[in-house]
């Protein structure tokens, strides 16, 4: 596909695909947003769809380049998600294998607003957090333990290459006196199979419906440690309360609501067995989002990065730390060291 002219061949490949009709010109609109792929709004006769293609090379600073091929990983989550009666999740309406690209039902923003333009805008409801961690672990927990699953989402080198060497490999770099610790986190995480993992739970890949949270973005789908996921959302909610401080006391309490209905979930493994590796696999994405290959762009003041860098330092300083470590070390660190 030429992307330099994408609004007529997306339009041509709806048609072909048969979600347009044969002499139908739907407008095509790109969306801003996305560091990781293109999507674009399609408003087809019968109602919008939305198209994303993988880039290869990612839309951040660093040279950050990854397999397209998680084009089709994601749908496959979809599709695998989809009939859980856990997270909802957009339908695939159609797909390119060759092409990197799908297409999916779409959601309107003004009834399912992105929860991080919420949670920015102080609009913080812990119960909707607390959703958000059930629905995560409905997922984990309907997919734990899958030999077919595991099979179909052995995508161990894609997980690396997205997840693993830009935020614990590319951090170690810069840290070297942490670097053994955050290495044992990589391979411990690396090292687990338990269940089917999104990739990338984050508040702007998730949508506050008026149903409950969807879940978007899953490029990053890889069969290995639920860990993962719970750890990478806990996070964001740390990192807004040093974002705006003035909505600390509900980002603390949505923290809590997320992480405490998670685990209420967890019934694959002992819930404290799973705390014990995401606790200091969330230091270690603490430290990354200011000092990795994808640093949070709205932490621009250097004491915000160096509050959250001492944060993650002491955390990953304990032998065994908990969530509620995590979340007194970001709360009650007013100054940065």
Request: a negative charge.
């Amino acid at each position: 596909m030429d992307m330099d002219h994408p609004r007529e061949e997306i339009a041509g490949w709806l048609r072909d695909a048969g979600l347009a009709g044969p002499d139908e010109r739907p407008p095509v609109t790109p969306l801003a947003g996305g560091v990781s792929s293109d999507v674009f709004r399609v408003d087809l006769g019968s109602g919008p769809v939305c198209v994303k293609r993988a880039l290869a090379r990612l839309k951040v600073a660093a040279d950050w380049r990854a397999p397209v091929e998680r084009s089709a990983n994601e749908a496959a989550w979809l599709r695998a998600v989809g009939p859980l009666g856990g997270p909802i999740v957009p339908e695939v309406l159609a797909e390119d294998t060759a092409r990197h690209l799908f297409a999916m039902t779409w959601f309107e923003p003004a009834t399912h607003p992105v929860w991080k333009v919420e949670l920015a805008a102080g609009r913080v409801d812990p119960g909707f957090a607390a959703a958000v961690g059930r629905a995560l672990a409905t997922a984990h927990a309907r997919t734990a333990d899958s030999p077919e699953l595991a099979r179909t989402f052995a995508t161990d080198a894609m997980f690396v290459s997205l997840r693993i060497e830009p935020y614990l490999a590319h951090t170690a770099a810069a840290h070297p006196g942490l670097a053994g610790r955050l290495s044992e986190i990589a391979e411990t995480t690396l090292g687990t199979r338990r269940a089917l993992v999104h990739g990338d739970v984050s508040p702007k890949n998730i949508l506050a419906g008026p149903d409950g949270p969807v879940f978007l973005d899953a490029e990053c789908a890889w069969y290995g440690d639920p860990a993962f996921d719970i750890a990478f959302c806990a996070n964001h909610l740390l990192l807004k309360a040093v974002w705006k401080p003035q909505h600390a006391p509900a980002y603390a309490a949505a923290f809590e609501a997320l992480v405490r209905a998670y685990l209420d979930g967890v019934a694959w493994e002992p819930p404290e067995a799973l705390e014990a590796r995401a606790a200091p696999l969330l230091a270690g994405l603490l430290l990354a989002r200011v000092d990795g290959k994808s640093p949070v762009e709205y932490l621009t003041a250097e004491t915000d990065r160096a509050r959250v860098r001492g944060a993650a330092t002491a955390l990953l300083s304990l032998p065994a730390p908990r969530f509620a470590d995590a979340a007194r070390e970001i709360h009650d660190r007013r100054e940065a060291p």
